[in-house]
């Protein structure tokens, strides 16, 4: 156990729909990062979130949007799904925005839009 | 737009056999992280490294950041079945952002 969790675990619904994707950062780490896999593309950044506050934004399509609320909890919001959406989402998280301590990742949900 | 490429995309060796898996750019890192991945899970961190040259060992794994800063290799010593799984080398963007190369799948045959 990483000590992030992400919930759900997987996913599946159908296209053009809304779903919400929830992680709980490590107990003390104030940043969240959400990552998009796929086979193709590998390990996509997403956004990333300080302390409640969005502080990069990556690859993030329009559909999608992230916040991050007091408790340090961050939601993925996608929407209007496409099949090209299907992919390993990941939540990340680390003590501050500090690159050299590495990222702890959770284990992702699996969404598959049919 | 700074990339991340890692060679080989596959490799399969047998269980003993020393291997060694390339991770280079065109682009200055202020650090670069190794990070295993296996099935239905995410990557976890192996090392970082942050200096031109520096070397880290972790057991049988030796990884090596080379002297610009723009690329890491991953050695790995008598490999065993369990190092079987997918290795995403990670650069350093500035301070907060990290980008991902698409990873060496690596299978060990008992």
């Known amino acids: 156990d990483s000590g992030v969790t992400q919930t759900p675990k997987h996913l599946i619904t159908a296209t053009g729909q809304r779903v919400t994707l929830r992680c709980s950062p490590r107990s003390g780490d104030l940043s969240v990062y959400w990552y998009q896999q796929s086979l193709d593309q590998g390990l996509q950044f997403l956004i990333q979130?300080?302390?409640?506050?969005?502080?990069a934004k990556g690859n993030i399509l329009e559909r999608f949007s992230a916040q991050q609320f007091p408790d340090l909890h961050s939601e993925l919001n996608l929407s209007s799904l496409e099949l090209g959406d299907s992919a390993l989402y990941f939540c990340?998280?680390?003590?501050?925005?500090?690159?050299?301590?590495?990222?702890?990742f959770g284990s992702g949900t699996r969404l598959t839009v049919v | 737009t700074q990339l991340l490429e890692q060679s080989p995309q596959f490799l399969s060796i047998q269980e003993g056999e020393n291997l060694t898996v390339y991770c280079n750019s065109s682009?200055?890192?202020?650090?670069l992280q190794w990070y295993r991945q296996e099935p239905g899970e995410g990557p976890v961190l192996l090392v970082t490294?942050?200096?031109?040259?520096e070397v880290k060992k972790l057991k049988r794994l030796t990884f090596q950041f080379g002297d610009a800063r723009k690329d890491s290799s991953l050695h790995i010593t008598a490999a065993q079945t369990g190092d079987t799984g997918l290795y995403l080398c990670a650069g350093g963007v500035g301070d907060d952002k990290i980008i991902f190369g698409k990873g060496t799948r690596l299978h060990i045959l008992p």
């Open positions: 979130y300080y302390n409640g506050e969005e502080r």
């Open positions: 682009s200055v890192f202020s650090s």
């Open positions: 990340a998280s680390s003590v501050d925005p500090g690159v050299p301590y590495g990222y702890t």
């Open positions: 490294v942050v200096t031109g040259g």
